[in-house]
């Protein structure tokens, strides 16, 4: 839940705000107030409007190095996440951990 403010997703499912909140009544958050944190963490960022993530494609300046698969980057011109990819610096094993967790790990 702490990378829901970074991440800021244009395609947020229906049921985003309702799984989100019923997730943080899990770990302590009034009932009465979890749906509007929900809201918050998933559509109101004060810096940044949400953008659409995509998976990253082999560059040919990496010098041909694959990137981890499943880690979205943001191409938003306008964003300040532009080309950025999510998770710099963290190991192989780490980086398939949080596909998973984000949903995004390569099912093909």
């Given amino acids: 839940m702490l990378l829901l403010p970074v991440l800021g997703d244009a395609d947020l499912p229906p049921e ?3 799984l989100v909140a019923d997730a943080l009544i899990q770990v302590g958050v009034a009932d009465d107030e979890a ?10 960022h004060p810096l940044w409007e949400p953008v ?12 041909g190095e694959d990137p981890f698969p499943g880690i979205l980057y943001c191409d938003d011109p306008h ?14 094993e780490q980086s398939d951990r949080l596909a998973r967790a984000l949903g995004t ?4």
């Fill in 16 to 18: 985003a705000t309702g």
């Fill in 35 to 44: 749906p509007g944190l929900a809201q918050a963490l998933l559509e109101d």
């Fill in 52 to 63: 659409e993530w995509t998976l990253p494609s082999t560059s040919p300046l990496s010098g």
């Fill in 79 to 92: 964003s300040p996440r532009c080309d950025i990819r999510l998770a710099q610096g963290i190991t192989r």
């Fill in 105 to 108: 790990w390569p099912t093909a």
